[in-house]
Nanobody
């Protein structure tokens, strides 16, 4: 089993930046790719960004050019740097770890964190 804990959420004004972090524990040797999802009120959960063990990344069209996903040195952490935030980015953001390692994320068994709330508002 893999446990994921997110941090870094909060209230931020439009146009500002925020960095989310996710730390994995447990059977981290099984983790290959990682990703971030989000779920806004009344909407379905959507994949925001993913990154393979080799560093290949994919982003939702809505965040391309504004968000950056990166892995930590030990590969058991993942970050989401969010710039130029918009009110429509308001959502609970969930960290995700995948035992698969393909760009069409996820491709294997995947695990969820409990989420961290990001609110973009003036």
């Amino acid at each position: 089993q893999v446990q994921l804990v997110e941090s870094g959420g909060g209230l931020v004004q439009p146009g500002r930046s925020l960095r989310l972090s996710c730390a994995a524990s447990g059977s981290i040797f099984t983790i290959k790719a990682m990703g971030w999802y989000r779920q806004a009120p009344g909407k379905q959960r959507e994949l925001v960004a993913s990154i393979t063990s080799a560093g290949s990344t994919n982003y939702a069209d809505s965040v391309k050019g504004r968000f950056t996903i990166a892995r930590g040195y030990g590969k058991d952490t993942v970050y989401l740097e969010m710039n130029s935030l918009k009110p429509e980015d308001t959502a609970v953001y969930y960290c995700n770890a995948d035992t698969g390692d393909r760009s069409d994320y996820p491709s294997g068994i995947h695990y969820w964190g409990k989420g961290t709330l990001v609110t973009v508002s003036s």
